[in-house]
Nanobody, 126 residues
Framework: VQLQASGGGLVQAGGSLSLSCAASGRTFNAYGMGWFRQAPGKEREFVASISWNGAITNYADSVKGRFTISRDNAKNTVYLQMNSLKPEDTAVYYC????????????????????WGQGTQVTVSS
């Protein structure tokens, strides 16, 4: 599956951004999806994930209560709504698709995800 992330930008602390990840290729609605982020000099870290049917979601503690992951299988798109942004949220955000279809999980593990988008930059100013 090919993934195209968009929606990044520059925002002040306390503001909001909405990221989108459009998928093409294999059957999007069969695969769990995830968002990860990577700040300069740091490892790529888990942000949020959602199961193939949207029934299960998972969030990093650092974003819980501020970010919401969702998906629209009719539009082959997964979203990340980010509210109450903080400077420490500054990073390149990547979407990714699970390697295996029809698995009821929303995992935090990078190795589970086999397809990755190109990333979109999010910068939060203080």
């Amino acid at each position: 599956v090919q993934l195209q992330a968009s929606g990044g930008g520059l925002v002040q602390a306390g503001g909001s951004l909405s990221l989108s990840c459009a998928a093409s290729g294999r059957t999007f609605n069969a695969y769990g999806m995830g968002w990860f982020r990577q700040a300069p000099g740091k490892e790529r870290e888990f942000v949020a994930s959602i199961s193939w049917n949207g029934a299960i979601t998972n969030y990093a503690d650092s974003v819980k209560g501020r970010f919401t992951i969702s998906r629209d299988n009719a539009k082959n798109t997964v979203y990340l709504q980010m509210n109450s942004l903080k400077p420490e949220d500054t990073a390149v955000y990547y979407c990714a698709a699970d390697r295996r279809p029809w698995i009821a999980r929303a995992t935090t593990e990078k190795t589970v995800f086999g397809s990755w988008g190109q990333g979109t930059q999010v910068t939060v100013s203080s």
